[in-house]
């Protein structure tokens, strides 16, 4: 029987032990008599890969690597991003590797990474594809004066005295008949127009990210999975439910649904104020933000970086635009569906809406061992291989930028989670590394945080290979 070596490593980590989860060269001899051929072969792979690797057990880091929490936290609650991870989590690494230089995040997405380096007292910097992360990272990294603050509390007691308009609001929004109450549609879009009326541009943005924040919450849908799930419909043992909206709507919102939204979009505020006024992590280094493309970045920013930490968009074909399209649609980032279109193939192909049939330049040879083992006809859809490909054709390109962008000793963290295909499991964390040590980097470690669990259909195939299966941080150093 092979031994399991454990080793204790001195961390500033939250005080938490470090220890080496397994010695990776024959680790899985024990199962070797009683696995498919498949698996076999993937377990070739990951080992060719896994090679002068080291992993530790991070799992005082399970609760840090998503949204779950940030709710508690101040400035982050504003705004309910749930790919979002804790700003505790980028605060331990920031602390433990001794960063004093500039910070950046090519993923933005709710300004985690910029808040935790203004909280720090770095200059930072941070890009996104999707507009509405970086209105709100410029609104959660904003300074506000004494002026703004004096001028959100009349807004906020002006909002209060407004009463419900008997005036028609419409949307462009194809679906939001379905999405939402028509009463409570018409007040939020009414509370929109108000808005959009306040004459000082930042305190405008802050009520805007504050409208923005309560939609999901007064309307018919919740964020789900791969997209969005309508309220409306229950899980029973015997599979989903329907029932009739009007019914739902009625079982669930109070008859004056103007105040209903009015006096969420209060409450919210209130939140809001309570922790400008608390004054988290004000400090002159306000971040830069930039609208483009990670891949891009290099054509926004010229600035030496210290330290990269970002979570990209996971290679399991979730299309994070679909989760937000409700309030692209409604806050006017897109009109038509063409837009919402050009928006999903701007960014990284991480799912099949973003194919747009850019050329696979960057091939890995251990990606593509893993993509021959793929059963074509177990596929939900033909293009997922292509999906795979793009997806670490675009890791290459980000992660070759930053190689040249990075200052000599300078680190890039990565929040990542491996997906499966049938049966086959992308271990996106040991690829990533895999690449990097291609371009120049060293793989300082891979701090595994959490397994993940998959499909029943997909479980028993991958149960001796279910330890790849989970959530990483991958910490390169140039």
Known sequence: MNTKYKYKYKTNFDDFEISLVKEIKDVYSLFEKRISKIQSEQLKIFRNIERGLLYF???????????????????????????????????????????????????????????????????????????????????ENEQYTNTDIKKIKSNIERLKKI?????????????????????????????????????????????????????????????????????????????????DKEKWERQNFPGDKYSYVSNKLIDRLEIIISDIQ?????????????????????????????FTFFSPPYCNCFDYFEIHKVELW??????????????RIKGFRSNINSLDNKPVIFKNENLESLISLFDSNKLWNKK?????????????????????????????????????????????????????????FNVKNVFITRHLTTSSQQKQKLEPLKDYLRESIVLLEK
Do not use: M
Request: glycine letters at 8%; one cysteine or more; a positive charge.
């Open 384 to 440: 997922i291989p292509t999906v795979v490909r793009g997806y670490f054709d675009d890791t290459y390109v980000l992660l070759k930028k930053l190689y040249l962008h990075i200052k000599k000793n300078g680190f890039v963290g990565i929040v990542v989670g491996n997906s499966a295909y049938s049966g086959v499991i992308i271990p996106t964390d040991i690829l990533i590394s895999d690449i990097a040590r291609e371009i120049g």
């Open 163 to 243: 009463v419900k308009s008997n005036e028609e609001y419409h949307t462009s929004f194809p679906l939001a008949d379905k999405v939402f109450n028509k009463e409570i549609l018409n007040s939020l879009l009414y509370l929109k127009n108000i808005i959009q009326k306040i004459q000082e541009e930042r305190v405008k943005n802050l009520f805007f990210v504050a409208w923005l924040s309560i939609i999901e919450e007064v309307s018919n849908i919740k964020k789900e999975g791969n997209g969005i799930k309508y309220k409306n419909r229950r899980r029973t043992p015997n599979g989903y439910i329907r029932i």
């Open 330 to 343: 409604l806050g006017d980032f897109i009109y038509n569906k063409e837009q919402f279109k050009k928006l």
């Open 57 to 139: 057990d991070a799992n005082s880091f399970s609760n840090q690597v998503h949204f779950q929490f940030a709710f508690q936290t101040p400035v982050q609650r504003w705004f309910p991003y749930r790919e979002g991870y804790s700003i505790k989590l980028v605060n331990s690494f920031i602390k433990e590797l001794g960063i004093k230089g500039n910070i950046f995040d090519p993923f933005s997405g709710s300004g985690t990474t910029l808040l935790s380096a203004r909280h720090n007292g770095l200059q930072s910097f941070g890009v996104d594809i999707n507009p509405i992360s970086v209105l709100v990272s410029n609104v």
């Open 278 to 306: 608390f004054k988290y992590g004000l400090n002159e280094n306000k971040p830069k933000i930039y609208n483009g493309s990670c891949l891009q970045f290099d054509e926004l920013i010229s600035d030496e970086i210290e």
